[in-house]
């Protein structure tokens, strides 16, 4: 294992295995250009971790085409353990995020027959495991992940609920399939748009208080620039968001999902203590306000922090 240095202290790192897709992210500006960047909510969290200085295995399902090769090589250079990465013959899954004039963006998926569904198979991996997004949603990849977290293989879960109403064919078996997955879930990352559509016509923070009862032990009930709200059956801490100008908001969850992971488990991973839980989500929230100052998904390096 690599070593990963967080307020000051030099501490041993788990292995995190991040599981789910990788594709590519076609920005659509306001006045109507486009470009392509690398991307996928499980995609940039492993980047971040890795640009972080952590020990992380990405888990999924990469074309062989020009896009997959580039979303390979892109995770090599970040540091990111790609050995558990399948190469397939289907193209690469897309996704047009359409930025609004104030870098906010919102997604349409072009999914059917590409290759981050595909993943079909999870060996042994144990450690920490980090999913969520598409990973819930796609078949079979869907089904490929809740198979192996019954089977026992993630040693402690952090689950990133991002909800895509757009690409949910049937909402109640999706519901359905999250609220399982939760059930071993160790840390559960939600937001109160997400929390709107698992729960609807519930108060987010008591909708996310009610998750405590299904098997986390930590919820992250995110909600942008008002900050996160961390719970646990002991308590709960409001975290502020770090002020900065935005460009776009491009893979701020993600970023703020890995800060939050890397610093928690590089700290001991434990629970029960409110104050490493707040400390590690204000870490989260200091390199995700880097991410919105940049354009695109560009996770900082441990050295910029």
Not at 205 to 221: I, K, N
Request: a negative charge.
């Amino acid at each position: 294992m690599i070593r990963g240095r967080f307020r000051g202290v030099w501490q041993t790192a788990t292995v995190i295995n991040v599981v789910g897709e990788a594709l590519v992210d076609l920005l659509i500006s306001p006045d109507g250009s486009v470009r392509a960047t690398l991307g996928g909510a499980p995609f940039n969290t492993a980047r971040a971790l890795g640009r972080l200085g952590h020990d992380v295995r990405f888990v999924g399902a990469l074309s062989v085409d020009r896009f997959g090769t580039m979303l390979h090589d892109q995770l090599t250079a970040d540091g990111v353990d790609t050995s558990s990465a399948s190469r397939v013959e289907r193209p690469t899954t897309l996704a047009a995020a359409e930025l609004d004039e104030h870098g906010a963006a919102s997604y349409r998926f072009y999914i059917d027959g590409t290759s981050a569904p595909a993943l079909t198979e999870i060996g042994p991996t144990g450690d920490t495991w980090f999913t969520g997004g598409l990973g819930l949603v796609l078949q079979p990849m869907a089904s490929t992940i809740e198979a192996a977290l019954v089977d026992g293989r993630a040693a402690a879960l952090m689950v990133d609920v991002n909800c895509r109403p757009l690409v949910v064919d049937d909402r109640d078996a999706y519901v359905d399939r999250v609220g399982r997955i939760l059930e071993h879930a160790t840390v559960v990352k939600v937001s109160d748009d997400d929390l709107a559509y698992l729960a609807p016509g519930v108060e987010p923070g008591a909708a996310a208080r009610a998750l405590l009862s299904h098997g986390p032990r930590v919820v992250l009930l995110t909600a942008g620039a008002a900050g996160v709200r961390v719970l646990t059956p002991a308590g709960e801490r409001l975290v502020p968001a770090v002020g900065t100008d935005v460009v776009d908001t491009v893979g701020a969850g993600d970023t703020f999902g890995a800060g939050f992971l890397a610093h928690w488990t590089a700290a001991g991973g434990r629970t029960d203590d409110l104050d490493q839980l707040a400390d590690a989500a204000a870490f989260g929230a200091r390199v995700a306000a880097i991410v919105v100052g940049r354009r695109g998904a560009d996770p900082p390096w441990e050295r910029e922090l």
